[in-house]
């Protein structure tokens, strides 16, 4: 049977309250089959202070939303597990139980420091292990994100079909979509963005998503299942991509 997999849950319970318990019966009532987890913005950095500078608490706190997800455990839904990486670029912590990497702010969030040398050194152990990584930056820093710093045949997934990466539009237009390691996810993004992008980019270039809680997992379902593609495209989307890009198996639970 095939199982769909929604690519796109937040979820976390120390600065907000996304817990588990709340999400499984919106996921199990929309028949979706796995899901891949990743850790609120609000346990990784101050998202409200530009100049935000890390400390030791923030480093905990992120080690504990990272060990939440890992410690849970559902008998009917897989479970996947991003890891949201920060300044620290702690790639010791980056352990066999992560699916992929989760990387984000927005224009007027503290900035990565993508000048650090373990930076670099945490893109060469992603590399390494192959996991794809989930990017949402500002256009400026998505190109040079993928063309300074991207390492050769690591997939990067853009969420929301570029919506909060400077819009769909504007990643056209800069050759972002053409780009051979590039993929997006479907979270929150209108019928026409998906079935322009299957157009021109394929099916097997988009994940499902549904952004939860900004997106209600059985909504953006809808949206997908609607989709004027084929049948073997909708699988593809649905679960298949993500299948392909991610080394599910040493993640399953």
Known sequence: MFDIIDSHVHCGLQNVSWGWEGIRPLV??????????????????DRYHYHFTDTRAWQ?????????LLGLRDPDITIYRYFFVWNDFAWEELGPDFTA??????????EYHYD??????????VKARGLPILLEE??????????RL??????????????LNGGYTALRRA???GH?????????????EMEDYVGHRGSERLLFGSDYPFGEPAHELAKVLNLRISESERKAVLGGNFRQLCCLEKSKV
């Not at 905990?60 to 939440?68: G, I, L, N, S």
């Not at 991207?150 to 919506?163: N, Y």
């Open 28 to 45: 199990k009532a929309a028949g979706i089959g796995g899901v891949a987890l990743i850790p609120p913005v609000e346990d990784i950095y």
């Open 150 to 163: 991207l390492p050769a045949g690591v997939p990067l997934v853009i969420p929301h079909l570029g919506a």
């Open 180 to 192: 051979p390691q590039v993929y997006a996810d479907t979270a929150l993004a209108s019928t026409w």
């Open 138 to 147: 500002t256009l400026e820093n998505t190109i040079f994100f993928l063309e």
């Open 116 to 125: 650090a040398p373990r930076c670099r050194e945490f893109l060469e152990v």
């Open 175 to 177: 050759g972002v979509w």
């Open 60 to 68: 905990a706190c992120r080690r504990r939303a990272h060990q939440y």
């Open 101 to 110: 990497i989760k990387w984000h702010r927005h224009a007027n969030e503290p």
